[in-house]
C-alpha cells in the first residue's frame, strides 16, 4: 500500500502555468535578431514607398505640363497602391519599433532613434498624402 503512494507522488507532475500567445509573441519579438530583421524591412519598405512616390506626385495628378496634357488615366489604382504599400511600411514600421521598446525593456538597449525617426517620416509621408500636398 504504500509503494501505491510514493508511485503516484512520484509519477504526478507538477502542472506547469500555460503561456499565453500574446506572451510569448512578446519573447519572440524581445529577441534582437526580431527587431534588426523587421527594422531592415523597414528600411526596404520606405525605399520602395520613396521610389513610387512619382506615381502620385504632380506630374501624376497635374499631367506632364505638355497643351492638352491631363490627370494620368490610372491615377486612382496609383494612389490605391500608394496608399496600401504605405499601410504595409507604417505597420512593419510600428512592428519594428515595437520589438526595438520590448528588447530595450528586457536588457537596457538603447533607444531606437533611426527607426523612430524613420516612423515619423512615413507618418508625415500619410499626412502629405491624405491632404493631398503630395500633387501640389
Request: glycine share 12%; charged share 10%.
Given at each position: 500500500?504504500?509503494?501505491?503512494?510514493?508511485?503516484?507522488?512520484?509519477?504526478?507532475?507538477?502542472?506547469?502555468?500555460?503561456?499565453?500567445?500574446?506572451?510569448?509573441?512578446?519573447?519572440?519579438?524581445?529577441?534582437?535578431?526580431?527587431?534588426?530583421?523587421?527594422?531592415?524591412?523597414?528600411?526596404?519598405?520606405?525605399?520602395?514607398?520613396?521610389?513610387?512616390?512619382?506615381?502620385?506626385?504632380?506630374?501624376?495628378?497635374?499631367?506632364?505640363?505638355?497643351?492638352?496634357?491631363?490627370?494620368?488615366?490610372?491615377?486612382?489604382?496609383?494612389?490605391?497602391?500608394?496608399?496600401?504599400?504605405?499601410?504595409?511600411?507604417?505597420?512593419?514600421?510600428?512592428?519594428?519599433?515595437?520589438?526595438?521598446?520590448?528588447?530595450?525593456?528586457?536588457?537596457?538597449?538603447?533607444?531606437?532613434?533611426?527607426?523612430?525617426?524613420?516612423?515619423?517620416?512615413?507618418?508625415a509621408l500619410l499626412l502629405a498624402f491624405a491632404t493631398g500636398l503630395l500633387g501640389?
Amino acid at each position: 500500500m504504500e509503494n501505491v503512494r510514493l508511485m503516484n507522488k512520484e509519477t504526478k507532475q507538477k502542472s506547469v502555468p500555460v503561456e499565453s500567445g500574446a506572451e510569448a509573441l512578446r519573447k519572440l519579438l524581445a529577441a534582437p535578431a526580431a527587431g534588426q530583421a523587421l527594422s531592415v524591412l523597414f528600411g526596404l519598405l520606405f525605399l520602395f514607398q520613396c521610389m513610387i512616390l512619382p506615381l502620385v506626385g504632380k506630374a501624376a495628378v497635374g499631367g506632364s505640363g505638355s497643351p492638352g496634357a491631363g490627370p494620368a488615366a490610372t491615377l486612382w489604382k496609383n494612389q490605391a497602391f500608394f496608399l496600401a504599400t504605405l499601410l504595409l511600411t507604417l505597420a512593419t514600421g510600428g512592428a519594428a519599433f515595437y520589438a526595438k521598446w520590448l528588447r530595450r525593456q528586457a536588457d537596457g538597449s538603447p533607444f531606437p532613434k533611426f527607426t523612430a525617426g524613420l516612423l515619423a517620416l512615413a507618418l508625415a509621408l500619410l499626412l502629405a498624402f491624405a491632404t493631398g500636398l503630395l500633387g501640389i
